[in-house]
């Protein structure tokens, strides 16, 4: 009777030490229990330079975050149109703030002005004796009803002012209301050797004299 012919197994070594039971080594191309995850020969089926999953890396408006290669990535670029539109409208409104302030000026001071020269051409026409004129060019109609003419050119000249005499404004005061003006004008007329205290009101767009005050000062 032959014995039977066993063929040799691969890396059987008939001096080797069988391994202990359960402590035996991993077969042939296995990865070891005992080595640290991911270590070992990487995936043929892995795509080369992939060093995130998808979906890693940050998407628009996820900043900040790790870019490619570990880099970070730019802050993103600020839009600064809503930045000029805010400094165009304060711009604009300052202009328009400045414009009125000197259109309120200067219709202001136009009205003074005005309101100054009326007074000046009224007093000049009564301290040389055009008391008439005065009266037909510079009075209102609701002063003529209760001042005649003919009182008014008395009244100036028992106050006997002469060329001498020379007005000196205390107030210059200019309204405008519903498109009509009104002044109210106070003063001195210095004269030679004596004063006399005056108040003039003007109404309208012309600036007609609607009340007056002529005194001697004190």
Not at 138 to 167: I, Q, W
Not at 171 to 189: D, I, P, R
Request: glycine fraction near 10%; hydrophobic fraction near 35%.
């Amino acid at each position: 009777m032959s014995t039977p012919h066993v063929p040799p197994q691969p890396n059987n070594d008939p001096h080797a030490v069988p391994p202990t039971p359960g402590t035996g080594a991993p077969p042939h191309g296995a990865p070891s229990p005992y080595a640290p995850p991911g270590y070992g020969t990487p995936s043929p089926y892995a795509p080369p330079g992939q060093y995130a999953a998808p979906g890693q890396y940050p998407g628009a408006g996820q900043y900040p975050g790790p870019g490619p290669y570990g880099l970070p990535y730019p802050p993103p670029a600020k839009n600064r149109k809503l930045l000029w539109i805010i400094l165009g409208v304060v711009g604009a409104v300052l202009v328009l703030i400045v414009v009125g302030v000197i259109v309120l000026v200067n219709v202001v001071g136009s009205a003074t002005n005005k309101a100054t020269a009326v007074s000046d051409d009224f007093t000049r026409l009564i301290v040389s004796g055009q008391s008439a004129q005065a009266y037909d060019q510079y009075m209102h109609p609701s002063l003529t009803k209760s001042l005649p003419k003919a009182e008014f050119v008395a009244d100036v000249a028992g106050l006997r002012l002469d060329n001498s005499c020379k007005p000196h404004y205390d107030s210059v005061m200019v309204n405008s209301v519903n498109g009509s003006s009104t002044a109210n004008v106070a003063g001195t007329l210095q004269c030679q050797g004596k004063n006399f205290e005056f108040k003039y009101s003007f109404v309208g767009n012309d600036l007609k004299m609607n009340a007056i005050r002529l005194q001697p000062q004190g």
